[in-house]
């Protein structure tokens, strides 16, 4: 089975512009994420889903810059993005990565796709449907033809959230999830306000410039609540608002 990483990736953001390319230990926030999901090693390609705005030719420098593959597409129908990234690299299935999480763990992006190679008639699979892990180390999986089904399908904010039409239409998709006990969904590693960043910079200011086993990453933020507080107050955006 042929996997496609596709990493969705804009300079627009309503809580923090042009958060993809901050600077993390001299290496950009979508470096981050492209870094851990060449590492996993398991990925049969990989490219970058940006869009047609302006401000996203700085995205496409950066693709540039490290060597990955991109398509630019619309801002809104970031489904049609990735329905137009895999027609242009094809693929089995899809990975979908947001490049506002450069804490991924290599290991469990290696671990879903074993994973999902080895379930025959899956549809989508992903660690956010019984969620254990931090926001913003989770990893899912779609099949091509339950994406192409959601494009044929869905509409208004299920556009937005690409794989959200398959894990929400109950009967039409075999789903499974992903857990890695014990419990830390609690926790909150993505990147999408200034206080967010904060503890992303402590985390990297402790670690330095490379990818962190999540048991590390927990017991490390377990041992430190002052960071987690950080951020503790973020509340992730509902599914209804693109």
Known sequence: MRIVGIIQARMGSTRLPGKVLRELRGRSVLGWVVRAARQAETLDDLVVATTTEAADDAVVAECRR????????AVDDVLGRYVAAVREHPGDAVMRFTAD???LDPVVIREAALVFRAVPGLDYLSTGLARTLPRGLDVEIVSLPALLR???E???HHRAHVTSYVYTCPGRSRLLGLAYPPAADD???TLDTP???RLISRVAGEFGDRCVPYATLVSWLRAR????LLNAH???KELQEA
């Open 66 to 73: 490290l060597g990955v593959a991109w398509h630019r597409g």
């Open 101 to 103: 999480c450069p804490l």
């Open 150 to 152: 959601a494009d044929r």
């Open 154 to 156: 869905a509409t208004d």
């Open 187 to 189: 926790l909150r590693v």
């Open 195 to 197: 206080d967010d960043w």
């Open 225 to 228: 609540p002052e960071v987690c």
């Open 234 to 236: 973020v509340q992730q």
